[in-house]
């Protein structure tokens, strides 16, 4: 006869301490092959060396624009920078934030555009060009229209076919709209006549140029600076030299095929000694890519997300706003993933690290930064992103909602079946944030948390709250209580969901509490 099958329970409670996901998501290997110190999702958390934190939140640094941001400009002067968003094919001044004036440029077919800044004996100037307008040129005071006429001007090519300004080795250059062909001008000069440097004859796969930039082995702008051009069906042509109408001191390095690329002109990013490609291999340093096959992933900096990375080119590809940027303030490295317009969402790499996270709630077009801090084009308004301080941890004043799932931990018993009971997060905050704690069993990913609500109580404002009974800000401090989860499985990971808002959340470990039994006759 058969018996009932029973879950027989040891009388020893096992203790397990996991330490808090700070390899950051993992979006590439099978869920049973995680390491511990991964997570199979990392939502507005960031991992940092020691810690996951909760990310900072943004405010609406600018108001009142027309329509969506879909270009920030960032222009470095002597003394001064500046912000500028451009929106409805107008270009305003966001520097100071708030609402915004009158536009400082009007009549532009469209918001997107590509910059950059050069230094000349005549001064500062930020170069702007779309391949649809003609090209503008601001000194710091003044934007001029650059035409075959104009002062300053570009003659000897059609200024409105002119995008993507790069500057290489004190020479403007532009790629010409929907061509191979790139244009420069003479060394140290923002006008002149332009010179044509003709790819087609080098560029096996055809298409047209969507990208240049320098790069550079020794992390600085040096001698052995190259000029590399990308085009539409993923060619990278990689030169060397000053002057190309000189056969002795200009060369062909060679050329390499890649992935397509993502995001037209925005795709390359200089980072440190390297240049980063975004394409569909994933987020590639070229100087690993280079030297390496397609075939090997390894190479990618997006390789331990491959999977989710994978996924958002397949689906996204064709949708305006992607694009990267490196912010050293929070040693962080952004990839804007544009799912849909209002939503959407980041993946952020730590950039000592490299591990890797996933944010929602900002609603970018568009990155840039202004004295290191990163600002986002919104619909309608310039975001100041990552603010913090205790008026920082809010989304334009709203709740942050964060989620984290761990890896999967058969908490070395693989075969056993575990009865888990409690779990206590060792959190670092400043408040009392709303967060739950939560166990999924055998390999569901499903949030098995019920929706979090916070409402915060209202701090005390100096010379106006009475002492003893007005809420005073703290400095952060351990909370570490015990919550209750239930589930019964072979393996288990922790869930940890949070909501709050104007308040740092750090989280350290988490100890789990489970029984061990078998599966009895």
Do not use: H
Request: hydrophobic fraction near 40%.
């Amino acid at each position: 006869m058969l018996k009932r099958r029973q879950f027989v329970q040891r009388a020893a409670a096992n203790v397990v301490s996991l330490p808090a996901p700070v390899g950051g998501w993992n979006a590439r290997d099978s869920l049973a092959n995680m390491a511990p110190t991964d997570a199979v999702t990392l939502e507005n958390y960031f991992p940092s060396v020691s810690n996951v934190n909760l990310r900072g939140g943004y405010e609406r640094y600018a108001t009142g624009l027309p329509d969506d941001v879909e270009t920030l400009m960032t222009y470095s002067g002597a003394t001064t920078d500046k912000l500028f968003a451009i929106s409805d094919g107008k270009v305003y001044d966001v520097t100071a934030g708030g609402a915004v004036g009158a536009p400082v440029v009007t009549g532009l077919s469209n918001s997107r555009w590509d910059y950059t800044n050069a230094t000349t004996s005549g001064g500062n100037y930020l170069y702007m060009a779309n391949g649809v307008n003609t090209p503008y040129l601001y000194n710091g005071s003044t934007w001029t229209s650059i035409t075959g006429a104009s002062t300053p001007a570009i003659t000897g090519v059609t200024t409105t076919t002119l995008t993507t300004p790069t500057l290489f080795k004190n020479r403007m250059w532009f790629i010409q709209k929907d061509t191979l062909k790139a244009w420069y001008l003479p060394t140290s000069s923002v006008g002149g006549a332009a010179q044509v440097l003709d790819l087609s004859s080098v560029a096996r796969l055809g298409g047209y140029l969507v990208a240049m930039a320098a790069w550079t082995i020794d992390a600085g702008y040096g001698v052995d600076d190259n000029l590399v051009f990308v085009t539409s069906n993923g060619e990278v042509l990689v030169y060397r030299g000053t002057d190309p109408a000189s056969a002795s001191t200009w060369a062909l390095i060679g050329i390499w095929i890649v992935g397509s690329p993502v995001g037209g002109s925005r795709c390359l990013l200089k980072y440190a000694g390297d240049l980063l490609i975004l394409s569909l291999d994933g987020l590639l340093p070229l100087a690993s890519a280079l030297q390496s096959s397609r075939l090997d992933p390894n190479v990618a900096l997006s390789d331990k997300i491959q999977g989710a990375f994978a996924t958002a080119t397949a689906q996204y590809q064709s949708n305006f706003g992607w694009g990267l940027l490196y912010n050293p303030k929070n040693n962080a490295l952004f990839v804007n993933i544009p799912v849909a317009e209002g939503a959407q969402q980041q993946f952020v790499m730590n950039n000592i690290t490299k591990a890797w996270a996933k944010f929602t709630g900002w609603y970018a077009f568009c990155w840039s930064l202004l004295n290191d801090d990163p600002y986002f084009g919104g619909a309608g308004f310039v975001g100041k992103a990552w603010t913090t301080g205790s008026t920082g941890y809010a989304d334009n004043n709203a709740n942050i909602a964060a989620r984290a799932l761990q890896a999967f931990n058969y908490f070395e018993s693989r075969g056993v079946k575990k009865y888990f009971t409690r779990a206590r997060p060792s959190i670092f905050t400043n408040g009392q944030p709303a967060i739950v704690c939560a166990i999924n069993v055998d390999f569901s990913i499903a949030d098995s948390t019920a929706p979090l609500s916070f409402s915060p109580q209202v701090a005390g404002l100096w010379d106006v709250g009475l002492w003893d009974q007005a809420l005073w800000g703290s400095d952060v401090e351990i909370t570490n209580n015990w919550q209750g989860i239930t589930g019964i499985g072979y393996c288990g990971a922790i869930q940890l969901n949070s909501t709050s808002k104007n308040m740092q959340i750090q989280w350290a470990a988490t100890d789990v509490v489970y029984q061990m039994g078998w599966a009895g006759i």
